[in-house]
């Protein structure tokens, strides 16, 4: 079992639409998450991050974590072409040194 | 405030060379992480450095690679007596606090390895 596995997609939404992307993570003591988009050829961005039980809304981002299910999910509301690009989770281990990034969930939003 | 800068931005090495990579942390940062990225596929940490000490170094190949983090200048990744399979982009970043729940790390623009 990978430590952080994503689905690696294409995942294609029409402009407009709630794209809904999916994480689950196998470290139950892992602590923080987070979202990292990125443009083919570019470095990572983070988007957002969350360390508690829930939502947490950004604009148009929502992230929701269920750490019992040990699972946490991005929402982009009213996607929109710009948007398409590869987004990464990720996951600080146990020991709180360590990032394990899950190879990422490609996103298509078609104009 | 400049962001986490690495250079060269491309490298051309022959199978055999040596590759050296560097990365200048965000002003403020004192912890830099290097990752390995092949194409179509998500990040791999290598290793995990402060300022004269390395504080992870578990997902980097026992040989042929090593790391730095001096008390002055950049961070280096190097390579010794590549081979293809190290074609890839080596990404580094930057944060300002070691570990614990918030650990944003700043990406720089990565080094983009050819090994012919």
């Known amino acids: 079992q990978k430590e952080v596995e994503q689905n690696s997609g294409p995942l294609s939404v029409p402009e407009g639409a709630i794209a809904s992307l999916n994480c689950t993570y196998s470290?139950?003591?892992?602590?923080?998450f987070f979202w990292y988009r990125q443009y083919s050829g570019k470095s990572p961005e983070l988007i957002m991050f969350i360390y508690s039980n829930g939502d947490k809304e950004d604009g148009r981002f929502t992230a929701q974590l269920n750490k019992a299910s040990q699972y946490v999910s991005l929402l982009i509301r009213d996607s929109q072409p710009s948007d398409s690009a590869t987004y990464l989770c990720?996951?600080?281990?146990?020991?709180?040194?360590?990032?394990?990034f899950g190879a990422g969930t490609r996103l298509f939003v078609k104009a | 405030n400049a962001g986490v800068m690495q250079n060269p931005r491309h490298l051309v090495r022959r199978r055999g060379q040596e590759a050296r990579l560097r990365c200048s942390p965000m002003k403020g940062h004192s912890h830099v992480y290097w990752y390995r990225q092949l194409p179509e596929e998500g990040l791999k940490f290598m290793v995990y450095l402060q300022k004269e000490n390395i504080i992870d170094e578990s997902g980097m190949p026992k040989e042929r690679f090593s790391a730095e983090f001096p008390k002055e200048g950049p961070s280096i990744l190097r390579i010794q007596q590549v081979v293809r399979g190290d074609s890839a982009a080596y990404f580094c970043a930057s944060s300002p606090t070691s570990g614990g729940v918030l650990n944003e790390q700043f990406f720089g623009p990565g080094t983009r390895l050819t090994v012919l």
């Open positions: 990720a996951v600080i281990n146990t020991g709180g040194f360590k990032t394990i």
């Open positions: 470290d139950r003591g892992s602590q923080s």
